[in-house]
């Protein structure tokens, strides 16, 4: 998988069009309606979402390229290898604590993505997190990009395996830009966003 995700796929990220660009300010602006407070921002990719989040919110990324350019942005971003950690963010400074954990478009990268989550909602109980938002492409998305290589979509999520011993359970579901599921079959930049909260 590393070599998936490296200094080429760090441009790849970057060479979006003017468009594209101002496209996906809407979808980073709902993405960020839904956290909370300083939210750790799981596979922050080029930090787009993490610049906008609320003091205190960290970014952690695999790809070193990509964390070199978050750092060189003035965005605090930790390296992180989720296979080496086994997916229990062991590594990430001790004493910070976190409100919200956003996993947006990571899943879909990996071969046990439910797995993967199930240690991820364990490990940011740990960390205080109330609210986890997970965001994965539609069907369509996996044509658009290779490294798609697992299709996560909500039956997947919602899973009892996924959130049980974890301390959170699935709130809500709904599809962006517009909440209808079907759309994600043939519009390549449909996503779904879950949303998990962590039991009082």
Same mark, same amino acid.
């Given at each position: 998988?590393?070599?998936?995700?490296?200094?080429?796929?760090?441009?790849?990220?970057?060479?979006?069009?003017?468009?594209?660009?101002? %496209?996906?300010?809407?979808? !980073?602006?709902? =993405? /960020? @309606?839904?956290?909370?407070?300083?939210? $750790?921002?799981?596979?922050? &990719?080029?930090?787009?979402?993490?610049?906008?989040?609320?003091?205190?919110?960290?970014?952690?990324?695999?790809?070193?390229?990509?964390?070199?350019?978050?750092?060189?942005?003035?965005?605090?971003?930790?390296?992180?290898?989720?296979?080496?950690?086994?997916?229990?963010?062991?590594?990430?400074?001790?004493?910070?604590?976190?409100?919200?954990?956003?996993?947006?478009?990571?899943?879909?990268?990996?071969?046990?993505?439910?797995? %993967?989550?199930?240690?991820? !909602?364990?490990? =940011? /109980? @740990?960390?205080?997190?109330?609210?986890? $938002?997970?965001?994965?492409? &539609?069907?369509?998305?996996?044509?658009?990009?290779?490294?798609?290589?697992?299709?996560?979509?909500?039956?997947?999520?919602?899973?009892?395996?996924?959130?049980?011993?974890?301390?959170?359970?699935?709130?809500?579901?709904?599809?962006?830009?517009?909440?209808?599921?079907?759309?994600?079959?043939?519009?390549?930049?449909?996503?779904?966003?879950?949303?998990?909260?962590?039991?009082?």
């Amino acid at each position: 998988m590393s070599g998936s995700f490296d200094a080429q796929y760090t441009e790849y990220q970057l060479r979006r069009s003017w468009l594209r660009r101002q %496209v996906r300010r809407a979808y !980073l602006a709902s =993405a /960020a @309606r839904r956290l909370r407070g300083p939210t $750790l921002d799981f596979g922050c &990719g080029v930090g787009e979402l993490l610049a906008r989040l609320p003091s205190g919110s960290l970014g952690v990324e695999y790809n070193p390229a990509t964390v070199s350019f978050c750092r060189a942005q003035g965005l605090d971003v930790v390296a992180y290898d989720g296979f080496a950690d086994d997916w229990a963010l062991s590594t990430l400074p001790a004493q910070r604590r976190f409100t919200s954990m956003v996993i947006s478009h990571v899943l879909e990268h990996l071969e046990q993505p439910a797995d %993967v989550l199930a240690r991820l !909602l364990t490990a =940011a /109980a @740990r960390l205080g997190v109330e609210r986890v $938002l997970v965001i994965v492409p &539609g069907a369509a998305g996996y044509r658009i990009d290779s490294t798609h290589v697992t299709f996560v979509d909500l039956s997947m999520l919602n899973q009892p395996q996924v959130t049980e011993s974890t301390g959170f359970s699935l709130q809500d579901a709904s599809w962006f830009p517009i909440s209808w599921s079907c759309l994600g079959n043939w519009f390549p930049h449909h996503e779904l966003q879950v949303l998990y909260r962590r039991k009082s």
